[in-house]
């Protein structure tokens, strides 16, 4: 079971980008999989996520501006992300709950495996 984590890069306020996790190893799609982000110096808060079913949890700071989203096809999990402010600077992992679940949750203790991360960092 591996997940790998990338799309990351450096991006003007205002700007997009797509994050992708990839997956070996496992499908994808009965599970929960969640993004998560850490800044510097702060503890690791969740973003978003989507479980087995597709029921997507986010939290404010990602309403209206991130997406999470599955292709099946290709084992992938994007987050998609508009309107980014300097305040979404951080690294991103997404992680996997290897359990089946019809509902997810943004608590660390949910998920079993995680990506690497891939730094975010969105300044002027």
């Known amino acids: 079971v591996q997940l790998q984590a990338s799309g990351g890069g450096s991006v003007q306020p205002g700007g997009s980008l797509r994050l992708t996790c990839a997956a070996s190893g496992f499908h994808l799609r009965p599970h929960s999989i969640a993004w998560f982000r850490q800044a510097s110096g702060k503890e690791r808060e969740g973003v978003v996520c989507?479980?087995?079913?597709?029921?997507?949890l986010e939290t404010e700071a990602a309403k209206g501006r991130f997406t999470i989203s599955r292709d099946n096809a290709k084992n992938i999990v994007y987050l998609q992300m508009n309107s980014l402010k300097p305040e979404d600077t951080a690294t991103y992992y997404c992680?996997?709950?290897?359990?089946?679940?019809?509902?997810?949750?943004?608590?660390?203790?949910?998920?079993?495996?995680w990506g690497q991360g891939t730094q975010v960092t969105v300044s002027s």
């Open positions: 992680a996997v709950d290897v359990d089946y679940k019809s509902t997810c949750r943004l608590a660390m203790i949910e998920y079993d495996n």
């Open positions: 989507i479980s087995g079913t597709d029921r997507i």
